[in-house]
């Protein structure tokens, strides 16, 4: 038996379904179901909420977030290895857990949430130790969906220690500060939790993790997401350089954009916060639209 619930030991259903890790998924499996209670509970009470889970494996995760009350968990899983597992749990858990094989990647979110709350009124939470391989982009696809408040009321995530600490980056930390700090800043509140050691993982990875909680703002400063991107890629594209030089890509003289923001021509990237690449962005969609007008 095991510290949350009568199914067998992690370690047992791994064997039993031949769930070894596969580095191509991004795969390193949480055995540890006291861990996997700390990170559930850290998503906040879950009476009444659904969860969105991604990459579940073998169902540590998943076990302890139905085990702590989760109205209903949905999982969405590429490694068809791992169905017989999760369908025991839903066995041990009758109506409560809903498991999508597929791609996380190419999943519609928004359509999965009205589909499968638990209740019409249910809020949904994402809470997932995500593969390594496609964590980034699973984020960036979630802070940048719209409509906007999300379909999400939190993301609460394990990643890298390194990719964590670029996610709650602001100016005060220019080395990690970059292009996901300042699209996670300007959509969401976030913060890292606590740090998971190699050795609670199966395979130990070879970096420290973190689980980072992200809460979503809803009135983010007003700005195009596309036009967003683009001035933080070319800012951040050539950091070392002065905004005057890394905003050419935008316009061959990005003086008139940085007069409109009230940026420094001189300033470099890791200095500008969140607030003045929002003006940025609003200045560089201004000038788009004076062209075309008189075009």
Known sequence: ????????PLRDVIREHDLAAKKSLGQNFLLDL???????????????????????????LTRALLACG?????????????????????????GRL????????????????AEHRAAPDSPVRVVANLPYNIGTLLLTHWVEAEPWPPFYESLTLMFQREVAERIVATTDNRIDYGRLGVLCGWRTKARILFDVPPSAFTPPPKVTSSV??????????????????????AAFGQRRKMLRQSLKPLASDPAPLLEAAGLDPTARAETVPIEGFVALARAFRRRREEIRSNT
Do not use: H
Request: hydrophobic fraction near 45%; aromatic fraction near 4%; glycine fraction near 8%.
């Open 212 to 233: 980072v909680q992200l809460v979503p703002r809803p009135d983010p400063l007003p700005c195009s997401r596309q036009d967003l991107s683009a001035v933080t890629a």
């Open 34 to 60: 006291n861990l996997t209670s700390k990170i559930a509970r850290a998503s906040g009470p879950l009476e009444g909420v659904t969860v969105f889970e991604v990459g579940p494996g073998p169902g540590g």
């Open 1 to 8: 038996m095991s510290a949350i619930d009568d199914l067998p």
């Open 98 to 113: 809903t498991v999508i094989p597929g791609d996380a990647l190419e999943t519609n979110w928004n359509a999965l949430a």
């Open 70 to 94: 989760a109205a209903k968990v949905v999982a969405v899983e590429r490694d068809e290895r791992c169905l017989p597992a999760l369908a025991a749990i839903a066995a041990r858990y009758p």
